[in-house]
């Protein structure tokens, strides 16, 4: 564009230098040999050597020799004619005279009217005087401009290719010397500005901007080019206008003579910029990206100053808010897909302000100084910034270094990623309303909407009371503006954050856990994760967020459903308070009565100890089965051997992994080995010699840390805590009380369930290897219990799916309260039991070999013990037979356990081996019987061996005889024969009488001795 303008300038001049070459008008011209001017060969090599200027192609003797034909001809014009008036000449008889003496006669090149008007606009800037005419003495101005020309285009002749954008910058190893060249080009041309400033400043005339779209018009017509600069001129003019008022002032269709100066000398400056971007910034090869940042650096700084010096000779002196909307407005002419606003041009005040200070209202050159100052702040945080732009551009490849290598570079990345935004955060000047955020969103898409219909505005309204209430919590206040003094701090935490995740990205996202490397980057992220939550809690001047700021937080997160729709702002309260006052406490404080009901630096500190005992679990069976294949295991005494073997050569400072050891130790010293298979659930079987895997191990471990993070922070003896005897039926019930409803909204519990807590404490003492019976829920028997509910749980996610397509309709929506009928259930868990419940192989036999009566009975009781209650129709629950898999698993296990000849029948010898574990439940079902001497402690070994002989406890007159004269106190005669079928009856009967009121009874008040001797005599 720009080198259509000096090809049109050059075009002029030569209109203006050819203007003095005619023939006497009104005489008779002077015999041709007393005229021989050259000027048509003069004139006709001109032309070539002007488009060669112009794109930077000219040799400088032709480029002379143009100007020298040009003077040459000015000076024989003015010498040998003369016009109607002896002192001066129309712009007619100028253009005569050069289409007779100076322009190709073949060519018949005329020269319009228009373009003489045009013209003699231009002469009147340059020499002054008329529109109308040019006087004898403007000859002489003429033939001076000329010579002024010549030394101007001569100068620039070297940089036309820079100018006219025809020049290539070249690789990095020669672009010192290509910049120094373009600097060279860049003071060249303020020069030429300043001196063609001079020429016309003299002559004091003012110029229509309008009129140059014309002149460039005809200019091309009379080259004979279709030149595209005019149109782009044409379409752009009312941009210009408005820039100039803007930044100039005055009238924006004229340039007075006052304004001449600074238009072209900030002109030349504006297009230097260009220029700038174009070659080094846009175009410049990738390995010149310094060279990149150094000329965008320079061009922001340029184009501010530009604009400050402008607004600077403004007579208002500053830049109004209507004049940026009327400006920008402009625009839509030159780009009919750019929108704009008063409301957008408001908000953009305000970020203006937030960066360069100021008022909303206006730009003033104070602004334009305070944003030019900052640039090379900024530039030097970028230089620092930049060698790692690849990693914060999510474009690294960390697999391109060695572990250690990408670690070391990733963590140098980081430190600078946040000392740089927080030392730009010095550079904001002031304050912003978060809320204004809405604003210009919303701006935005009013001007611009949303393609899809689903735009950022409703999204950034709903999730801006969750920032500006997390920004009080963490940088105190109770509005929504973030201060000067918190943009460090914000920004310092924001870059902790990106980096926090791009380490998740490049380390983590996709990988397993199953590595010890990655277990070790796991380590690394959950700590820095941690330690910017430190640092937040320090910012703080109380050190702390309170739970009614969590809970604030909390309850934006249900509002915008980021957690499950069940959870209320109720039940989250509750959650939260078990967090802060119970899991992340240490128990030697709760227990003295600490209750801090917030979030503190110590809370931190214990969810780290907790984290770190887990990862470094982890860490430790990763590095153990390195190499294993999957089904490749330790046995438990050799697993043993080796955690015992860990534990005596750790380091003293391994306090994590010791506290973990201790756990893992307890738990593998069991009667029945807790391995898993593949998927996660229990392997239940005595008859083969069960691996502790890779799989197994991990789930063992977070078995342990679950139960350790129940009894830490729910046991009240610290004693009991320490030893690791675990908690008593108050405090499970109490635990469980606190989360009850959670548990209920989530619809994992029926909210008329009040036996919960009783029931897996019962089953953590009489259904898991470690099970002792007694009144605590130890630490081992807790991590038993939830290993066999989590494989309980899979396996019934499971089994439900089949269940569903065998009993349901296809498009039928299934609930816990949705009705199933038994035997549909049977059939449906009997198909899908062999490959599901392969876990349990001992099962899955009796299963195939069971009668088909002998299972319905089986599966019958089973339902009864996992919830079900028995109805005429036989329908039930879904939600009510969810347990069945838990039950078979602790049927499962009795015989694990205790079966030790492994013939599938607990014996005598083997019942009474079971009793401990099964005695604290008689003594509860018991209790009032105990208490009123019916029974004795002593007598619940002959009831319990009686139930596993008979299925149920005595109670008919005949039970009871049976019982008092053939069983009690008579353990030699004992013949307990009890398999699964029996075993599954025993838990249907006590699951019903758990279930009844505190008046049912394990044996019932005794018959009168008469009838129970007349009873016995018929046994």
């Not at 003489?116 to 800037?125: D, H, N, P, Y």
């Amino acid at each position: 564009m720009f080198s259509k303008c000096l090809k049109a300038v050059l075009a002029l001049c030569l209109v203006a230098g050819l203007a003095s070459c005619d023939s006497k008008v009104g005489e008779e011209p002077p015999p041709p040999e007393s005229q021989e001017f050259g000027g048509t060969q003069c004139l006709t090599d001109a032309k070539p050597v002007a488009k060669a200027f112009v794109v930077g192609d000219a040799n400088k003797e032709e480029l002379e020799a143009a100007w020298d034909c040009i003077g040459s001809a000015v000076e024989k014009f003015k010498r040998y004619v003369r016009g109607n008036s002896s002192d001066r000449y129309t712009a007619q008889e100028l253009a005569t005279f050069l289409e007779k003496n100076f322009l190709d006669p073949k060519e018949k090149v005329i020269i319009s009217e228009q373009l003489q008007t045009e013209f003699m606009k231009l002469k009147q800037v340059f020499v002054g005087g008329s529109r109308e005419y040019l006087t004898r003495g403007e000859l002489d101005k003429t033939i001076a401009l000329v010579k002024s020309l010549r030394t101007i285009t001569v100068n620039l002749n070297p940089y036309m290719k820079v100018i006219s954008l025809n020049w290539e910058v070249s690789e990095s190893p020669n672009m010192q010397s290509d910049v120094r060249h373009f600097e060279e080009a860049n003071k060249e041309l303020q020069n030429a500005a300043r001196m063609l400033a001079s020429l016309i400043e003299q002559n004091a005339q003012g110029y229509n901007l309008s009129d140059f779209v014309v002149l460039m018009q005809e200019v091309g017509q009379f080259f004979g080019e279709e030149w595209e600069f005019p149109s782009v001129i044409q379409t752009y003019m009312p941009v210009i206008k408005k820039v100039k008022k803007a930044l100039a002032g005055g009238d924006e269709n004229s340039i007075t003579p006052n304004e001449w100066r600074r238009f072209t000398l900030l002109g030349a400056r504006g297009y230097v910029q260009f220029l700038r971007y174009h070659y080094f910034i846009k175009s410049v090869p990738e390995t010149g990206t310094g060279y990149r940042l150094g000329y965008l650096a320079r061009t922001v700084e340029d184009v501010l100053s530009v604009f400050q010096d402008l607004v600077a000779e403004k007579p208002e002196g500053v830049v109004s808010r209507d004049e940026v909307f009327d400006l920008l407005k402009t625009l839509e002419i030159v780009w009919p897909e750019f929108k704009v606003s008063s409301g957008l041009v408001f908000e953009g005040m305000k970020v203006k302000q937030l960066f360069f200070g100021g008022s909303v209202d206006s730009l003033t050159t104070t602004d334009f100084e305070t944003a030019r100052l900052k640039v090379s702040r900024i530039k030097t945080l970028i230089e620092r910034f930049m060698p790692f732009y690849s990693i914060y551009g999510r474009e690294w490849d960390p697999d391109m270094y060695d572990a250690d290598e990408a670690q070391k570079l990733f963590m140098e990345s980081q430190f600078v990623l946040e000392a740089t935004v927080r030392e730009a955060g010095v550079l904001f000047e002031g304050s912003y309303d978060l809320n204004d955020l809405n604003n210009i969103v919303r701006e935005i898409e009013i001007l611009y909407p949303p393609k899809d219909g689903r735009g950022l505005a409703d999204q950034v309204k709903s999730y801006l009371p969750l920032v500006i209430d997390a920004k009080n919590m963490v940088l105190g206040g109770n509005d929504s503006s973030l201060r000067k003094s918190n943009w460090s701090v914000l920004l310092g935490f924001a870059a902790r954050a990106y980096s926090d995740f791009l380490y998740y990205q490049y380390f983590l996202m996709g990988e397993s856990l199953q590595q010890p490397v990655n277990l070790s980057y796991f380590s690394v992220f959950g700590n820095q994760t941690l330690n910017i939550l430190r640092d937040l809690l320090l910012v703080k001047k109380e050190n702390q967020f309170t739970r009614v700021e969590l809970n604030k937080i909390v309850k934006h997160f249900i509002r915008l459903e980021l957690l499950p729709g069940a959870i209320n702002e109720q039940s989250a309260d509750k959650l939260v308070s078990v967090v802060l006052n119970n899991m992340l406490v240490a128990p030697e404080a709760r227990l003295s009565g600490h209750k801090p009901d917030a979030l503190t630096l110590t809370s931190v500190e214990v969810g780290r100890q907790e984290m770190q005992i887990w990862i470094d679990t982890e860490l430790m069976f990763a590095q153990m089965a390195e190499g294993w294949k999957p089904e490749e295991g330790l046995t438990a005494k050799d697993l043993l051997a080796v955690l015992k073997k860990t534990e005596k050569n750790l380091d003293a400072h391994a306090l994590p992994l010791q506290a973990a050891l201790t756990e893992l130790i307890l738990s593998v010293q069991s009667p029945v080995p807790m391995t898993t298979d593949y998927r996660g659930f229990v392997i239940i079987s005595n008859k083969f010699e069960q691996l502790y895997t890779f799989k197994s191990l991990r789930d063992l471990n977070r078995n342990r840390a679950v139960a350790r993070l129940l009894i830490r922070s729910f046991a009240n003896d610290l004693n009991r805590i320490n030893t690791f005897q675990g908690a008593t039926l108050p405090e499970v019930e109490g635990a469980f009380n606190e989360l009850k409803s959670i548990f209920v909204e989530m619809g994992l519990l029926d909210p008329k369930s009040t036996s919960f807590a009783s029931s897996r404490f019962r089953e953590a003492n009489i259904f898991v290897p470690h099970s002792d019976g007694n009144s605590l829920a130890s630490q081992t028997e807790i991590t038993d219990l939830i290993g066999m509910i989590w494989s309980g749980v899979g396996i019934n996610s499971r089994l439900r799916t089949e269940l569903v397509k065998k009993c349901f309709g296809r498009d039928e929506e299934v609930t816990d309260n949705s009705l199933v009928t038994l035997s549909c259930a049977r059939a449906a868990y009997k198909d899908a039991m062999p490959a599901i419940m392969s876990a349990t192989p001992e099962y899955i036999k009796f299963m195939k070999k069971a009668s088909a009566d002998e299972w319905a009975y089986y599966m019958n009781n089973v339902f009864m013990a996992a919830g079900y209650v028995p109805n005429d129709k036989n329908l039930a629950k879904m939600g009510d037979i969810a347990l069945t898999p838990h039950v078979i698993q602790y049927v499962e296990m009795v015989f694990a356990r205790f079966d030790k000849n492994k013939d599938n029948i607990i014996s005598t010898g083997e019942a009474i081996k079971a009793y401990p574990a099964f005695k604290g439940l008689l003594k509860e079902l018991a209790a009032d019987q105990l208490k009123s001497g019916v029974l004795k402690e002593k007598d619940l070994l002959d009831v319990f061996t009686f139930i596993l002989r008979y299925g149920k406890p005595p109670t008919t007159l005949m039970e009871q005889a049976r019982f008092l004269f053939k069983w009690k106190g008579k353990q030699d005669k004992w013949d307990v024969w009890a398999d699964r079928v029996q075993l599954a009856q025993i838990l249907g009967y006590i699951a019903e009488q758990v279930s009844k009121s505190p008046s049912a009874k394990l044996v019932q008040e005794p018959a009168s001795q008469d009838a129970l001797e007349k009873a016995a005599s018929q046994l």
